[in-house]
């Protein structure tokens, strides 16, 4: 794919379905913030600026930088600061709707509750300019500037649970996350450490969750864990994330059982939780016609863009801008938020389709 490929990649509307935000931060925003905190002597800069320059890092090494990373973006200001960026830095490569996943954090020594965590998140969210903003189920916010017709990015959050937490923390977050549907709030995650902890200690929170009518998606299969891939499905969790590590069984049950799978190819090669791309579960998924959709995971801590995969699953497995163009506008389908969004976001589809076609 040449240039011109990868500008028809950014200019056609996207759907981003999994994204962390303190894996999308700017490595410029990253660097800003240590050399604050090495000038006062919390961190030292120089062994920083080599870990989040670094390009290739194993899985292992990934949750060592977020531990880093989570040094950096600790207070409230930074959280609001690295919210209103990531949400503009989706829009600005014509990203349409957003479901943004962030795990709320408790840290007594900066009065930070879970709660005030989100706090922060959403005053990050509401001092977005550059694009509209709608976050919450309908008709009950916007943040329109002027009044004038402008680009819109639909967001909607998930509250993701941390694999080292416990399951009464965990269920605070839930609690959380229902108490925050008006702003916007759709679902649950379970992310962390894949080797970290037993799924087990979180499923009281996540069937609660559930009941209440929130949606759930797991990261399932990061890692070899027969057992518990087996379990994650027949949970039935109305989508999951990676699931690399499947065996034949896996694949039946998550093929008959038809639950979407957030693809994050980049993320799988450069942690190589998958050997090369060539091997890639894409290719057998999506010409089984299983519900898919191509997301991020981690567009700072990868350097990667949503454009870029696509450009990227273009050219590993020869997808035609037409086959790229109906991969993007069929996510909308998995998507968390109400039937009015999917109409609205597929009448912006045909809007483009005229256009790029
Ligand atoms: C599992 C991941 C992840 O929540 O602090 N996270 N969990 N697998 C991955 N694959 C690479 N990438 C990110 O964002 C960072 C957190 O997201 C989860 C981890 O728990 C990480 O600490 P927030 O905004």
Same mark, same amino acid.
């Given at each position: 794919?040449?240039?011109?490929?990868?500008?028809?990649?950014?200019?056609?509307?996207?759907?981003?379905?999994?994204?962390?935000?303190?894996?999308?931060?700017?490595?410029?925003?990253?660097?800003?913030?240590?050399?604050?905190?090495?000038?006062?002597?919390?961190?030292?800069?120089?062994?920083?600026?080599? !870990?989040?320059?670094?390009?290739?890092?194993?899985?292992?090494?990934?949750?060592?930088?977020?531990?880093?990373?989570?040094?950096?973006?600790?207070?409230?200001?930074?959280?609001?600061?690295?919210?209103?960026?990531?949400?503009?830095?989706?829009?600005?490569?014509?990203?349409?709707?957003?479901?943004?996943?962030?795990?709320?954090?408790?840290?007594?020594?900066?009065?930070?509750?879970?709660?005030?965590?989100?706090?922060?998140?959403?005053?990050?969210?509401?001092?977005?300019?550059?694009?509209?903003?709608?976050?919450?189920?309908?008709? $009950?916010?916007?943040?329109?500037?002027?009044?004038?017709?402008?680009?819109?990015?639909?967001?909607?959050?998930?509250?993701?649970?941390?694999?080292?937490?416990?399951?009464?923390?965990?269920?605070?977050?839930?609690? $959380?996350?229902?108490?925050?549907?008006?702003?916007?709030?759709?679902?649950?995650?379970?992310?962390?450490?894949?080797? !970290?902890?037993?799924?087990?200690?979180?499923?009281?929170?996540?069937?609660?969750?559930?009941?209440?009518?929130?949606?759930?998606?797991?990261?399932?299969?990061?890692?070899?864990?027969?057992?518990?891939?087996?379990?994650?499905?027949?949970? $039935?969790?109305?989508?999951?994330?990676?699931?690399?590590?499947?065996?034949?069984?896996?694949?039946?049950?998550?093929?008959? $059982?038809?639950?979407?799978?957030?693809?994050?190819?980049?993320?799988?090669?450069?942690?190589?939780?998958?050997?090369?791309?060539?091997?890639?579960?894409?290719?057998?998924?999506?010409?089984?016609?299983?519900?898919? !959709?191509?997301?991020?995971?981690?567009?700072?801590?990868?350097?990667?863009?949503?454009?870029?995969?696509?450009?990227?699953?273009?050219?590993?497995?020869?997808?035609?801008?037409?086959?790229?163009?109906?991969?993007?506008?069929?996510?909308?389908?998995?998507?968390?938020?109400?039937?009015?969004?999917?109409?609205?976001?597929?009448?912006?589809?045909?809007?483009?389709?005229?256009?790029?076609?």
């Amino acid at each position: 794919m040449n240039r011109q490929d990868m500008e028809w990649c950014v200019s056609m509307p996207k759907v981003e379905l999994h994204a962390h935000l303190n894996g999308s931060v700017r490595d410029s925003t990253l660097l800003e913030l240590a050399r604050v905190l090495g000038e006062k002597g919390i961190i030292a800069f120089s062994d920083v600026e080599t !870990v989040i320059m670094k390009s290739d890092r194993t899985l292992h090494e990934v949750f060592k930088l977020f531990d880093l990373i989570h040094i950096l973006t600790t207070d409230h200001s930074t959280v609001t600061r690295i919210t209103k960026e990531v949400i503009e830095d989706f829009a600005s490569e014509n990203v349409v709707y957003l479901e943004l996943r962030t795990t709320p954090k408790r840290n007594d020594s900066i009065r930070m509750s879970k709660r005030s965590y989100m706090e922060a998140v959403m005053e990050g969210l509401k001092a977005v300019s550059s694009v509209d903003v709608d976050y919450a189920p309908a008709g $009950l916010k916007t943040n329109t500037f002027n009044g004038t017709t402008r680009k819109k990015l639909y967001v909607r959050f998930l509250l993701s649970i941390d694999r080292r937490e416990s399951t009464e923390a965990a269920m605070e977050t839930v609690k $959380l996350a229902l108490e925050m549907r008006d702003s916007g709030v759709v679902g649950i995650d379970l992310s962390g450490n894949p080797i !970290v902890g037993s799924w087990t200690t979180f499923l009281p929170a996540l069937k609660y969750a559930r009941e209440q009518g929130l949606c759930i998606t797991l990261h399932c299969g990061e890692v070899p864990n027969q057992e518990e891939i087996t379990a994650m499905l027949d949970f $039935l969790p109305h989508r999951i994330g990676h699931a690399c590590c499947f065996e034949k069984e896996n694949w039946r049950k998550l093929k008959s $059982l038809k639950i979407p799978v957030e693809i994050c190819l980049t993320s799988n090669i450069r942690t190589e939780t998958i050997s090369s791309i060539d091997n890639h579960h894409f290719a057998d998924l999506y010409k089984a016609k299983h519900p898919l !959709v191509l997301c991020t995971d981690d567009s700072g801590v990868f350097s990667t863009s949503l454009s870029g995969e696509y450009r990227l699953a273009s050219s590993a497995f020869g997808l035609r801008k037409t086959e790229m163009f109906q991969l993007a506008e069929t996510a909308i389908d998995f998507i968390f938020a109400d039937d009015g969004v999917k109409e609205e976001l597929r009448a912006i589809f045909e809007v483009a389709t005229e256009k790029l076609h």
